[in-house]
């Protein structure tokens, strides 16, 4: 495999694995927060967390680009230290994190609302604070469920065309990811380059999702031996 192939599959790990990792902390903080808020504002607020989701990823990627390219309130505020953001690898980071981000909130919120809140009372009771409370009771019982809206998150950041598309372009050194490299292969009639780069996604995919299934059964596994004890 060339230099051609590995080019697209080495930014591809690398917003993958950095938009994963952003994603992760944002949307369990988010999903964390409005699994107990009840405020006048929570279906505002969620509508917000959830829209890109179901927007086209153009249309996500358009406004993007109005915030952080030249004339944009965000591509100004980066111009003052000298910094661009639009058509920079740290774009296809960004575009993927918010349209990833819908997915991890909205799943790891419904296994944090699932919890048992009597056993989060009961740490109360014993003295622990809330920051210990969510490590060592809230996320370990959510866990299957924050563990499967990780996997949604990398699997859509992975697979994301259409924002980083509009906010990162396609610079063969820099912002093209696989889909990107993909649509310019079957563009450009290289069947092979296309068939390569799908394969690398399948696989990679499909390994994500086994080794999730296999920490879930695992996890099951443990609880069913602390219960049984």
């Known amino acids: 495999m060339n230099v051609s192939y590995w080019t697209p599959i080495w930014i591809s790990i690398k917003t993958v694995l950095t938009s994963t990792v952003i994603t992760f902390f944002l949307g369990i903080a988010a999903a964390h927060w409005m699994s107990r808020y009840n405020g006048k504002l929570k279906?505002?607020?969620d509508g917000i967390f959830l829209i890109p989701m179901v927007l086209p990823p153009t249309v996500v990627g358009y406004w993007l680009l109005?915030?952080?390219?030249?004339n944009g309130v965000g591509g100004k505020f980066f111009d003052l230290f000298n910094y661009k953001i639009a058509f920079t690898w740290q774009a296809t980071v960004i575009a993927a994190v918010i349209m990833a981000f819908p997915l991890m909130y909205m799943t790891a919120r419904g296994?944090?609302?699932q919890v048992e809140p009597n056993l989060q009372?009961?740490?109360?009771?014993?003295?622990?604070s809330e920051w210990r409370i969510f490590w060592t009771v809230t996320m370990p019982l959510a866990w299957p469920g924050v563990a499967a809206a990780t996997v949604l998150a990398l699997a859509r950041t992975l697979g994301e065309f259409g924002a980083t598309m509009m906010l990162a372009g396609n610079i063969p050194t820099k912002t093209s990811t696989i889909p990107i490299a993909i649509y310019y292969a079957i563009n450009g009639n290289d069947d092979h380059r296309a068939q390569v780069l799908s394969l690398v996604v399948m696989a990679f995919s499909f390994v994500s999702l086994a080794?999730?299934?296999?920490?879930?059964?695992?996890?099951k596994r443990t609880k069913g031996m602390m219960i049984s004890e």
């Open 111 to 113: 296994a944090f609302e």
């Open 121 to 128: 009372k009961a740490a109360r009771t014993l003295g622990a």
């Open 43 to 45: 279906t505002i607020i």
């Open 211 to 219: 080794l999730v299934s296999v920490w879930n059964r695992r996890s």
């Open 66 to 70: 109005m915030f952080f390219g030249i």
